[in-house]
Antibody, heavy 121, light 107 residues
Framework: EVQLVQSGAEVKKPGESLKISCKGSGYSFTSYWIGWVRQMPGKGLEWMGIIYPGDSDTRYSPSFQGQVTISADKSISTAYLQWSSLKASDTAMYYC??????????????WGQGTMVTVSS | DIQMTQSPSSLSASVGDRVTITCRASQSISSYLNWYQQKPGKAPKLLIYAASSLQSGVPSRFSGSGSGTDFTLTISSLQPEDFATYYCQQSYSTSPTFGPGTKVDIK
């Protein structure tokens, strides 16, 4: 079964750093893009960026460029989303997701369960 | 960025009703339009891709149409499990964007 399993909920203070993870299984991890989607409390979905673990090619939405870093470790089939200095406005649910094809902007047909990040002093 | 709008933002309907949700793009996106369903506390689920292709395992009461800038999602006979929020997403540009969502609740 193709699965994306995300790391658990996090509670952090403003200014702290954070790295959350998304582990893929049941498929060739290096052959599919993995993206990240933000959903702020009570709000809609926002496409943040995407990485191709095979060669680490990474694309960001202009809204998130410079705000987060997307990376992957293909040796352990895991993608990451990280912040160097969190803000209260980073409080949100973060989903990783995978498109079915080789096109990075394609629809996501496989989703992780989500990681809730809460940033509060 | 390509901006996506949806209408209505919410609707109330009864089981068995035919429901139509509209999505509009700020520029032509050909048929690069996808629809998702999200239930509270759950990850989104892909329903329709490429404007009108039904994702595997999705009931046939869901259908999509449109091209260019105007698209619709239709639920032919609303079922209890269909009460959820629906999002459109353009996958035309290198920076895909979602619509604001349409919440479908019980009348």
């Amino acid at each position: 079964e193709v699965q994306l399993v995300q790391s658990g909920a996090e509670v952090k203070k403003p200014g702290e750093s954070l790295k959350i993870s998304c582990k893929g299984s049941g498929y060739s991890f290096t052959s599919y893009w993995i993206g990240w989607v933000r959903q702020m409390p009570g709000k809609g979905l926002e496409w943040m960026g995407i990485i191709y673990p095979g060669d680490s090619d990474t694309r960001y939405s202009p809204s998130f460029q410079g705000q987060v870093t997307i990376s992957a470790d293909k040796s352990i089939s895991t993608a990451y989303l990280q912040w160097s200095s969190l803000k209260a406005s980073d409080t949100a649910m973060y989903y990783c997701a995978r498109p079915p094809s080789g096109r990075p902007s394609d629809a996501f047909d496989i989703w992780g369960q989500g990681t809730m990040v809460t940033v509060s002093s | 960025d390509i901006q996506m709008t949806q209408s209505p933002s919410s609707l109330s309907a009864s089981v068995g009703d035919r429901v139509t949700i509209t999505c509009r793009a700020s520029q032509s996106i050909s048929s690069y339009l996808n629809w998702y369903q999200q239930k509270p506390g759950k990850a989104p689920k892909l329903l329709i891709y490429a404007a009108s292709s039904l994702q595997s395992g999705v009931p046939s009461r869901f259908s999509g149409s449109g091209s260019g800038t105007d698209f619709t999602l239709t639920i032919s006979s609303l079922q209890p499990e269909d009460f959820a929020t629906y999002y459109c997403q353009q996958s035309y540009s290198t920076s895909p964007t979602f619509g604001p969502g349409t919440k479908v609740d019980i009348k």
